[in-house]
């Protein structure tokens, strides 16, 4: 079943194969911090200390987002939704506790089970980092638990369930991008519908967290392209170069936005990789086209029923172990 036609099935195959086949879908996008997101480890907020550009050769401490930062919230919103619409049942599939492997989920974003098999992930995410430095990106709050009473005392002894954290601003730009290995149209759209729909990044994602996906383009390749932090590092190059770059100040989404299209534009360049790139205007038809489909509860269904074909006709054919013969009687 075909479900867009503003591309050339070229770019996808028919059904998941089992061996890389060298197909690429790179997803570009912008990451905007909403609110006060936390990417930590150990309690303190990952950091990076990297050149500033690629033209720009001063050192500079940049926020780091983590792959795992990224990948595990969208593979849940995708998870989320194949609960919603009855295609995986709670108690058949739990993330990171028991993985049915027959689903979209296991087979796109991959699974590990011991000595039950594992799958490894055909979406590649790497570690993406702030355009600006650590020091203009984050802020340290006082955090405290209050009583019932609303006060930090009870009976004269006051609590001391004061700590500090650092968080990371609003309107942080992290660029990133997401490869998808080797995409069925279906396995494509169930990626791209999970970055559109993922809202909360990092930890205490119940309050905080909140990030917006702003997807710029995407590559098809018959390989992988540019790095994130080398993105990040020609978007800093030119927006120091048109003046945009005002590290006092939240940088503006649309000068960010520019700059980011014209700097894959320039690193696409200079790759020595068949690729088709639709970015910026070129991207438009592609994105009103999904937006107009994941809105569609029918053409959802069909969507998720599609990938859900797909996966577990590959589970079947290489995940799932033989079944026994059984003995014979003599």
């Not at 995986?88 to 089970?113: H, L, R, S, T």
């Not at 369930?161 to 490869?179: A, G, M, Y």
Request: net charge neutral.
């Amino acid at each position: 079943m075909a479900f867009l036609k503003t591309i050339d099935s070229k770019f996808f195959h028919n059904a998941i194969p089992y061996k890389p086949m060298g197909k690429y879908a790179h997803f570009l996008t912008i990451r905007v911090t909403e609110s006060y997101p936390l990417f930590q480890t150990d309690g303190e907020l990952n950091k990076a200390r990297v050149r500033a550009g690629i033209e720009d050769s001063t050192p500079l401490s940049r926020l780091a987002m983590f792959k795992r930062k990224q990948s595990t919230p969208e593979r849940l919103v995708g998870r989320e939704l194949l609960r919603s619409y009855g295609l995986v049942k709670p108690e058949d599939c739990e993330y990171n506790v028991k993985f049915a492997m027959n689903n979209p989920d296991c087979i796109i974003y991959g699974f590990a089970i011991g000595d039950s098999g594992s799958e490894k992930s055909k979406v590649v995410v790497d570690t993406a980092f702030s355009i600006t430095a650590f020091d203009e990106s984050h802020e340290t709050f006082t955090l405290n638990a209050p009583f019932e009473n609303g006060t930090m005392s009870k009976q004269g002894e006051v609590t001391s369930r004061i700590n500090q954290q650092d968080h990371i601003r609003p309107q942080v730009f992290f660029p990133s991008i997401v490869t998808l290995k080797d995409p069925t149209e279906a396995s494509f759209l169930y990626v791209f519908n999970n970055i559109l729909r993922t809202r909360h990044y990092g930890a205490q994602t119940t309050r905080t967290g909140r990030v917006r996906n702003e997807l710029i383009g995407v590559v098809f390749a018959d390989g992988e392209i540019t790095s994130n932090l080398r993105w990040t590092q020609a978007i800093y190059d030119c927006m120091r170069a048109t003046n945009t770059l005002h590290l006092s100040d939240p940088l503006n989404e649309d000068d960010v936005l520019t700059a980011a299209k014209t700097a894959i534009a320039q690193l696409m360049a200079e790759e020595f990789i068949v690729h088709t790139d639709l970015i910026g205007d070129a991207f438009k038809p592609l994105l009103d086209e999904v937006k107009t489909l994941t809105g569609n509860e029918d053409r959802v269904k069909a969507l998720l029923k599609q990938a859900m074909n797909e996966s577990q006709a590959y589970f079947t054919a290489y995940v799932e172990k033989p079944k026994k013969s059984a003995a014979k009687v003599g």
